[in-house]
Protein backbone atom coordinates (compact mmCIF):
# COMPACT_ATOMS: atom_id res chain seq x y z
CA UNK A 1 0.00 0.00 0.00
CA UNK A 2 1.56 3.29 -0.92
CA UNK A 3 2.59 6.01 1.77
CA UNK A 4 0.14 8.53 2.26
CA UNK A 5 1.77 11.96 3.72
CA UNK A 6 -0.44 13.78 5.79
CA UNK A 7 -1.28 17.17 4.09
CA UNK A 8 0.95 20.26 4.67
CA UNK A 9 0.50 22.22 7.83
CA UNK A 10 -2.12 25.14 6.57
CA UNK A 11 -3.36 23.38 3.80
CA UNK A 12 -6.79 21.57 4.03
CA UNK A 13 -6.93 18.20 3.58
CA UNK A 14 -8.61 17.27 0.31
CA UNK A 15 -12.38 17.17 0.12
CA UNK A 16 -14.61 14.11 0.49
CA UNK A 17 -15.77 12.57 -2.83
CA UNK A 18 -18.89 12.12 -0.95
CA UNK A 19 -19.05 15.87 -0.20
CA UNK A 20 -18.35 17.24 -3.95
CA UNK A 21 -20.79 14.87 -4.63
CA UNK A 22 -23.11 16.84 -2.23
CA UNK A 23 -22.45 19.87 -2.81
CA UNK A 24 -24.16 19.18 -6.75
CA UNK A 25 -27.38 17.81 -4.74
CA UNK A 26 -26.63 14.28 -4.82
CA UNK A 27 -27.63 12.28 -1.90
CA UNK A 28 -25.34 9.42 -0.53
CA UNK A 29 -26.92 5.66 -1.09
CA UNK A 30 -27.69 5.43 2.65
CA UNK A 31 -29.95 8.21 2.81
CA UNK A 32 -33.49 7.96 3.94
CA UNK A 33 -35.55 10.72 2.26
CA UNK A 34 -38.75 10.82 0.70
CA UNK A 35 -39.82 12.95 -2.39
CA UNK A 36 -41.27 15.87 -0.38
CA UNK A 37 -37.78 15.80 1.90
CA UNK A 38 -35.82 15.70 -1.23
CA UNK A 39 -37.46 19.24 -2.71
CA UNK A 40 -36.79 20.86 0.84
CA UNK A 41 -33.06 19.46 0.92
CA UNK A 42 -32.57 20.77 -2.49
CA UNK A 43 -34.04 24.32 -1.80
CA UNK A 44 -31.87 24.62 1.16
CA UNK A 45 -29.13 23.54 -1.13
CA UNK A 46 -29.43 26.35 -3.76
CA UNK A 47 -30.08 29.53 -0.99
CA UNK A 48 -26.98 28.14 0.53
CA UNK A 49 -25.20 28.15 -3.78
CA UNK A 50 -27.05 31.70 -3.71
CA UNK A 51 -25.53 33.19 -0.87
CA UNK A 52 -22.04 31.94 -1.17
CA UNK A 53 -22.27 33.55 -4.58
CA UNK A 54 -23.45 36.42 -3.26
CA UNK A 55 -20.49 36.61 -0.44
CA UNK A 56 -18.12 35.34 -3.49
CA UNK A 57 -16.91 33.15 -1.09
CA UNK A 58 -13.76 30.34 -2.42
CA UNK A 59 -14.33 27.88 -4.47
CA UNK A 60 -13.73 25.80 -1.41
CA UNK A 61 -16.13 27.12 1.00
CA UNK A 62 -18.76 27.02 -1.50
CA UNK A 63 -18.28 23.55 -1.65
CA UNK A 64 -19.28 23.05 1.74
CA UNK A 65 -22.36 25.03 1.89
CA UNK A 66 -24.24 23.35 -0.88
CA UNK A 67 -22.84 20.25 0.62
CA UNK A 68 -24.09 21.04 4.06
CA UNK A 69 -27.47 22.03 2.27
CA UNK A 70 -27.53 18.74 0.69
CA UNK A 71 -26.32 16.25 3.93
CA UNK A 72 -28.63 17.96 6.63
CA UNK A 73 -32.01 15.47 5.89
CA UNK A 74 -30.05 12.94 4.35
CA UNK A 75 -31.73 10.79 7.73
CA UNK A 76 -34.46 12.72 8.03
CA UNK A 77 -37.78 10.12 7.09
CA UNK A 78 -35.72 7.15 9.02
CA UNK A 79 -38.01 6.26 11.70
CA UNK A 80 -36.37 7.98 15.10
CA UNK A 81 -36.24 4.19 16.95
CA UNK A 82 -33.39 3.05 14.55
CA UNK A 83 -31.58 6.31 15.02
CA UNK A 84 -31.46 6.94 18.42
CA UNK A 85 -29.09 3.93 19.22
CA UNK A 86 -26.34 5.63 16.69
CA UNK A 87 -25.99 8.82 17.64
CA UNK A 88 -23.37 9.47 20.81
CA UNK A 89 -24.96 8.57 24.24
CA UNK A 90 -24.82 12.42 25.30
CA UNK A 91 -27.56 13.10 22.14
CA UNK A 92 -29.97 10.37 22.66
CA UNK A 93 -32.07 12.35 25.19
CA UNK A 94 -33.17 14.62 22.06
CA UNK A 95 -36.83 14.65 20.41
CA UNK A 96 -36.87 12.00 17.72
CA UNK A 97 -37.99 14.22 14.94
CA UNK A 98 -34.44 16.08 15.51
CA UNK A 99 -31.86 12.73 15.40
CA UNK A 100 -31.42 12.22 12.34
CA UNK A 101 -28.56 15.20 12.18
CA UNK A 102 -26.53 13.75 14.74
CA UNK A 103 -27.12 10.49 13.03
CA UNK A 104 -25.98 11.69 9.65
CA UNK A 105 -22.92 13.28 11.06
CA UNK A 106 -22.14 9.86 12.71
CA UNK A 107 -22.30 8.15 9.09
CA UNK A 108 -20.65 10.32 7.54
CA UNK A 109 -17.34 10.30 9.66
CA UNK A 110 -17.50 6.58 9.41
CA UNK A 111 -17.56 7.28 5.47
CA UNK A 112 -14.47 9.24 6.24
CA UNK A 113 -15.52 12.48 6.32
CA UNK A 114 -13.20 14.48 8.48
CA UNK A 115 -14.41 17.48 8.06
CA UNK A 116 -15.37 19.12 11.39
CA UNK A 117 -17.26 22.18 11.03
CA UNK A 118 -19.33 20.25 7.75
CA UNK A 119 -19.96 17.40 10.34
CA UNK A 120 -21.18 19.84 13.31
CA UNK A 121 -23.37 21.84 10.86
CA UNK A 122 -25.25 18.85 9.99
CA UNK A 123 -25.57 17.18 13.34
CA UNK A 124 -26.52 20.72 15.00
CA UNK A 125 -28.73 21.86 12.45
CA UNK A 126 -31.65 21.96 14.20
CA UNK A 127 -30.56 22.75 17.76
CA UNK A 128 -27.44 24.63 17.25
CA UNK A 129 -24.36 25.01 18.59
CA UNK A 130 -21.81 26.98 20.18
CA UNK A 131 -18.76 26.16 18.24
CA UNK A 132 -20.38 26.06 14.34
CA UNK A 133 -18.58 27.86 11.91
CA UNK A 134 -20.04 29.94 8.95
CA UNK A 135 -21.08 27.15 6.68
CA UNK A 136 -23.31 26.26 10.12
CA UNK A 137 -24.88 29.41 11.19
CA UNK A 138 -25.71 29.63 7.01
CA UNK A 139 -27.32 26.23 7.46
CA UNK A 140 -29.24 26.83 10.58
CA UNK A 141 -30.81 29.97 8.83
CA UNK A 142 -31.71 28.37 5.94
CA UNK A 143 -33.42 24.80 6.91
CA UNK A 144 -35.53 27.68 8.38
CA UNK A 145 -35.95 30.33 5.72
CA UNK A 146 -35.89 28.41 2.98
CA UNK A 147 -38.65 29.42 -0.07
CA UNK A 148 -40.75 26.29 0.02
CA UNK A 149 -42.28 26.88 3.81
CA UNK A 150 -45.70 27.84 3.87
CA UNK A 151 -46.20 29.97 6.99
CA UNK A 152 -44.94 32.94 7.76
CA UNK A 153 -43.80 33.55 4.04
CA UNK A 154 -42.73 37.06 4.27
CA UNK A 155 -40.58 37.16 7.28
CA UNK A 156 -38.77 33.60 5.86
CA UNK A 157 -38.24 35.90 2.41
CA UNK A 158 -37.03 38.74 4.70
CA UNK A 159 -34.28 36.56 6.42
CA UNK A 160 -33.35 35.03 2.98
CA UNK A 161 -32.81 38.87 1.27
CA UNK A 162 -30.52 39.63 4.29
CA UNK A 163 -28.66 37.26 5.37
CA UNK A 164 -25.82 37.21 3.15
CA UNK A 165 -24.59 40.73 4.46
CA UNK A 166 -26.66 41.14 7.88
CA UNK A 167 -25.85 37.65 8.75
CA UNK A 168 -25.21 38.10 12.63
CA UNK A 169 -28.75 40.09 12.76
CA UNK A 170 -30.31 36.94 10.61
CA UNK A 171 -28.84 34.31 12.88
CA UNK A 172 -29.59 35.84 16.33
CA UNK A 173 -33.42 36.09 14.74
CA UNK A 174 -33.73 32.35 13.94
CA UNK A 175 -31.69 30.87 17.00
CA UNK A 176 -34.61 33.03 19.05
CA UNK A 177 -37.42 31.83 16.56
CA UNK A 178 -36.17 27.88 17.30
CA UNK A 179 -35.78 28.66 21.13
CA UNK A 180 -39.16 30.31 21.25
CA UNK A 181 -41.11 27.26 19.34
CA UNK A 182 -39.32 24.49 21.69
CA UNK A 183 -40.54 26.48 24.95
CA UNK A 184 -43.78 26.65 23.00
CA UNK A 185 -44.03 23.05 22.53
CA UNK A 186 -42.90 22.31 26.00
CA UNK A 187 -39.87 20.75 24.86
CA UNK A 188 -36.50 20.97 26.94
CA UNK A 189 -33.54 23.18 25.85
CA UNK A 190 -30.71 21.34 24.83
CA UNK A 191 -27.75 22.88 27.04
CA UNK A 192 -26.13 23.60 23.79
CA UNK A 193 -28.62 25.68 21.98
CA UNK A 194 -28.65 27.84 25.06
CA UNK A 195 -24.86 28.46 24.96
CA UNK A 196 -25.86 29.09 21.38
CA UNK A 197 -28.15 31.64 22.44
CA UNK A 198 -25.88 32.89 24.78
CA UNK A 199 -23.22 33.46 22.46
CA UNK A 200 -24.80 34.45 19.19
CA UNK A 201 -28.36 35.55 20.19
CA UNK A 202 -28.39 37.46 23.18
CA UNK A 203 -27.71 41.14 23.48
CA UNK A 204 -24.69 41.96 25.46
CA UNK A 205 -25.75 42.94 29.00
CA UNK A 206 -25.43 47.12 29.47
CA UNK A 207 -25.78 47.43 25.58
CA UNK A 208 -28.27 50.26 24.55
CA UNK A 209 -29.75 50.51 20.89
CA UNK A 210 -27.11 49.35 18.11
CA UNK A 211 -23.77 49.14 20.77
CA UNK A 212 -22.82 48.98 24.03
CA UNK A 213 -21.09 51.78 26.16
CA UNK A 214 -19.39 49.05 28.03
CA UNK A 215 -17.39 47.50 24.43
CA UNK A 216 -17.79 50.54 22.68
CA UNK A 217 -19.28 48.69 20.17
Known sequence: M????????GKP???????????????????VAGPRRREHIERVRRLLERWAEE?????????????????????RDAPPRELRPRVPPSLRHLPGKV?????????LRREGV??????????????????LDAAGHALFVADVAEPGRRDRVEWRRDLRDRFPHRSAEVLAEV??????WQLEAGQRLDPRS?????????????????????TGS
Not at 2 to 9: A, E, G, Y
Not at 99 to 107: D, F, K, N, S, T
Not at 194 to 204: C, I, L, T, Y
Open 13 to 31: APLHPMVERAAGGELPDWA
Open 194 to 214: VRFWNDRGAPEVGAQGAGSPE
Open 55 to 75: LQLPERECIRWCAAGTLHDAL
Open 2 to 9: PLTLPPKP
Open 99 to 107: LHGPAAAVR
Open 114 to 131: HDPGLLRAVAYHTVGHPR
Open 175 to 180: IRARLT
